[in-house]
């Protein structure tokens, strides 16, 4: 159970949305300035796209046009080492897979504490590298780089096709769209016994004033990276 003075905030996120990646920096951030039990919920976006009908941005060419350029003045403002991809469209098909959002939840199912790491390095890799993270081998450097010990790495991998994870995944996932997700990042404020559903990285002010806090912008001093 959370303090009692804590307001949980759970973010359900999948690491192909590089939006995810600025809302996850933000609130880890914020986490001590609006003392907050946040709470990392990857889940897997395409089943919220399927489940909803919603259309990826991508497809739209002038709105992924203006989606590189928004995302580089995002990066710039709060100091997020965001690169973008040369062919986004195709990489995200070809070079981010289910098995990415699977070694997240076994993570949270085993050793939680590398959940925040692992997240962030997934994201460094595909979003400010280019690397891959689909391949075994992509998947262990980068919870090496996480600082997962290499046993622990092994196991987590052989847990992949597991069905206890594949499950857990989609539970997560049904959580998120029962609080009205249809897109990522998907943020629900639980303040006064109700949650509140908010979509995006922009809503920040929002999300303080439903908390009683202050926005103090991008607290860069405090960045994991």
Known sequence: MADADKKVIELFYDTISPYSWIAFEVLCRYRSRWNIDLRL???SLAAVVTETGNSPPGRVPAKLKWMGKDLMRQAYFY????????????????KHNINVMLLLTAVTMDCPQ???????????????????????????AAATAAGIPADQ???LLAKLQDQTVKARLTKTTQEALRHGAFGAPTIVAHVGGKPH???????FLLIADLLGEEWLGPLTELAHL
């Not at 997240?119 to 280019?130: A, H, I, K, M, Q």
């Not at 559903?197 to 809503?203: A, F, K, L, N, V």
């Open 41 to 43: 919920r990857p889940f």
């Open 153 to 155: 790495t092994a196991a």
């Open 79 to 94: 100091k997020i080492p965001f690169r973008g991809r040369k062919d986004p469209n195709n990489d995200m098909a070809n």
């Open 197 to 203: 559903m908010y979509w995006g990285s922009d809503r």
């Open 114 to 140: 590398h959940l925040e790491s692992l997240t962030r390095e997934l994201w460094l890799r595909f979003w400010s590298r280019e690397e891959d993270i689909t391949q075994p081998a992509s998947l262990e």
